[in-house]
């Protein structure tokens, strides 16, 4: 019995820590993580017309051109040769791209984690032309971007982690 | 010799031809101009990105073909790259770094800037000549209590100080124009003259919009507002006359 009380010892700790979790009903406010499948994330098309702006997003200026981001969802291409009546003539749809950079007839953006390049000599009308992966981590695929938080941890098999939600979380299992 | 000047002039007029379509362009500018909420930057040969962490270098003298060059960790929570002349300031939300871009494949960290005012924010930042310009925002998940418009002396880059400070409610991105600076805040486009850079004197405060970061650019301002862009003609950078809205 005596070799015994060392060994109960640390499960009454535990207990201890198991009733405090339970007193508050294991529910705190907490990250989860939004999933999507690698292959809808790198889907990227082009439109011609002028769609409504949803979210907007970062903007650049080259040029009679004006390029604006609606966030998470793609690049609006407006033309800015009239100043006083600019007009939307296309829109790169690039799922989770937040970013804009023109260098000469050349546009780089982010395409969630990849660095992507677009031909935009005729700007109407972009190509695709290149794409270096999981060179720009957009979102941190291990932890919430909020230091010392709860987080539900992130399971792979799910898909990429393209956001974090904030929520009340039963027990979750991470914290950083 | 008559072939090999048939193939000179062979060569030269392709180059020409190469002119010629280069010209045919819709628009001639090298690079442009992004916000000053900007993650990714472009310098001459060379494109910047910051994530979260750190600062990318890609060669682009093949602008299809980015190369990385070299990576350099900076710190915690980046969010903003502004380049002037040889340097990049990155923002984050604890401090401004400084870094030389004389070897643009090899940035070199020469200084950061901190606030006495404010210890923790979200802090994107302007420069301009020897002054450097930064909102301070505090509210959210930034930290802090009170927002500010920073100004500092960056003469000696490596020792940059902090002159002035001006309350603002809560700022985002910033840009100026010529002695002008412009300050997007929940309070609507701070116009402020700048003439004397530390001792801003605040203008007018317009609001067509929720301001989110601007881009003075050819004598217009490019405003990001929540649902799309403003311009305003800023011929007269003392006073913004809005051109259009486009949502």
Same mark, same amino acid.
């Given at each position: 019995?005596?070799?015994?009380?060392?060994?109960?010892?640390?499960?009454?700790?535990?207990?201890?820590?198991?009733?405090?979790?339970?007193?508050?009903?294991?529910?705190?406010?907490?990250?989860?993580?939004?999933?999507?499948?690698?292959?809808?994330?790198?889907?990227?098309?082009?439109?011609?017309?002028?769609?409504?702006?949803?979210?907007?997003?970062?903007?650049?200026?080259?040029?009679?051109?004006?390029?604006?981001?609606?966030?998470?969802?793609?690049?609006?291409?407006?033309?800015?040769?009239?100043? #006083?009546?600019?007009? !939307?003539?296309?829109?790169? *749809?690039?799922?989770?791209?937040?970013?804009? +950079? &023109?260098?000469?007839? %050349?546009?780089?953006?982010?395409?969630?984690?990849?660095?992507?390049?677009?031909?935009? #000599?005729?700007?109407? !009308?972009?190509?695709?032309? *290149?794409?270096?992966?999981?060179?720009?981590? +957009? &979102?941190?695929?291990? %932890?919430?971007?909020?230091?010392?938080?709860?987080?539900?941890?992130?399971?792979?098999?799910?898909?990429?982690?393209?956001?974090?939600?904030?929520?009340?979380?039963?027990?979750?299992?991470?914290?950083? | 010799?008559?072939?090999?000047?048939?193939?000179?002039?062979?060569?030269?007029?392709?180059?020409?031809?190469?002119?010629?379509?280069?010209?045919?362009?819709?628009?001639?500018?090298?690079?442009?101009?992004?916000?000053?909420?900007?993650?990714?930057?472009?310098?001459?040969?060379?494109?910047?990105?910051?994530?979260?962490?750190?600062?990318?270098?890609?060669?682009?003298?093949?602008?299809?073909?980015?190369?990385?060059?070299?990576?350099?960790?900076?710190?915690?929570?980046?969010?903003?790259?502004?380049?002037?002349?040889?340097?990049?300031?990155?923002?984050?939300?604890?401090?401004?770094?400084?870094?030389?871009?004389?070897?643009?494949?090899?940035?070199?960290?020469?200084?950061?800037?901190?606030?006495?005012?404010?210890?923790?924010?979200?802090?994107?930042?302007?420069?301009?000549?020897?002054?450097?310009?930064?909102?301070?925002?505090?509210?959210?998940?930034?930290?802090?209590?009170?927002?500010?418009?920073?100004?500092?002396?960056?003469?000696?880059?490596?020792?940059?100080?902090?002159?002035?400070?001006?309350?603002?409610?809560?700022?985002?991105?910033?840009?100026?124009?010529?002695?002008?600076?412009?300050?997007?805040?929940?309070?609507?486009?701070?116009?402020?003259?700048?003439?004397?850079?530390?001792?801003?004197?605040?203008?007018?405060?317009?609001?067509?919009?929720?301001?989110?970061?601007?881009?003075?650019?050819?004598?217009?301002?490019?405003?990001?507002?929540?649902?799309?862009?403003?311009?305003?003609?800023?011929?007269?950078?003392?006073?913004?006359?809005?051109?259009?809205?486009?949502?």
């Amino acid at each position: 019995m005596r070799k015994l009380f060392p060994l109960l010892f640390p499960l009454i700790l535990l207990s201890c820590t198991q009733d405090r979790v339970s007193s508050l009903s294991g529910q705190v406010e907490g990250y989860s993580p939004v999933y999507a499948s690698a292959a809808d994330v790198n889907v990227i098309t082009f439109e011609t017309t002028a769609r409504q702006t949803e979210k907007a997003g970062k903007i650049y200026a080259i040029g009679n051109y004006i390029f604006q981001n609606d966030v998470n969802k793609g690049i609006h291409i407006i033309n800015n040769t009239n100043r #006083s009546h600019p007009e !939307k003539i296309g829109f790169i *749809k690039m799922p989770f791209s937040n970013e804009i +950079a &023109v260098k000469g007839t %050349y546009l780089y953006s982010n395409n969630l984690n990849d660095l992507v390049v677009f031909d935009i #000599s005729d700007v109407a !009308k972009p190509k695709l032309v *290149k794409r270096i992966q999981n060179v720009f981590p +957009a &979102v941190d695929q291990k %932890y919430p971007p909020i230091p010392n938080a709860s987080f539900e941890c992130p399971d792979p098999s799910k898909g990429i982690v393209v956001n974090w939600e904030k929520r009340l979380l039963t027990e979750p299992k991470c914290r950083r | 010799m008559k072939k090999i000047i048939f193939v000179l002039i062979l060569i030269s007029i392709s180059f020409l031809q190469c002119t010629k379509d280069a010209a045919s362009l819709k628009y001639s500018a090298p690079t442009g101009q992004g916000g000053s909420l900007a993650r990714f930057a472009i310098v001459g040969n060379y494109l910047y990105t910051v994530d979260a962490q750190k600062l990318s270098i890609y060669d682009v003298v093949n602008p299809a073909e980015p190369l990385l060059k070299n990576t350099v960790n900076i710190g915690f929570e980046i969010e903003t790259i502004f380049p002037f002349k040889d340097k990049l300031f990155i923002g984050s939300t604890s401090v401004v770094h400084i870094f030389s871009i004389s070897d643009p494949a090899n940035p070199q960290k020469l200084s950061q800037a901190i606030s006495p005012d404010v210890l923790r924010r979200c802090d994107p930042v302007v420069a301009k000549d020897t002054v450097a310009f930064a909102t301070l925002r505090t509210n959210g998940p930034c930290g802090g209590i009170q927002s500010i418009l920073a100004v500092y002396d960056i003469k000696d880059i490596t020792k940059p100080v902090q002159k002035a400070s001006y309350p603002v409610s809560q700022p985002y991105g910033l840009g100026y124009q010529d002695n002008v600076l412009y300050v997007c805040d929940t309070s609507g486009l701070m116009i402020f003259d700048i003439t004397k850079a530390y001792q801003p004197v605040l203008l007018k405060t317009i609001k067509d919009g929720d301001y989110v970061d601007v881009i003075p650019y050819q004598g217009t301002l490019i405003c990001w507002i929540n649902g799309g862009v403003l311009m305003y003609d800023i011929t007269n950078n003392k006073s913004p006359i809005l051109l259009a809205k486009i949502l």
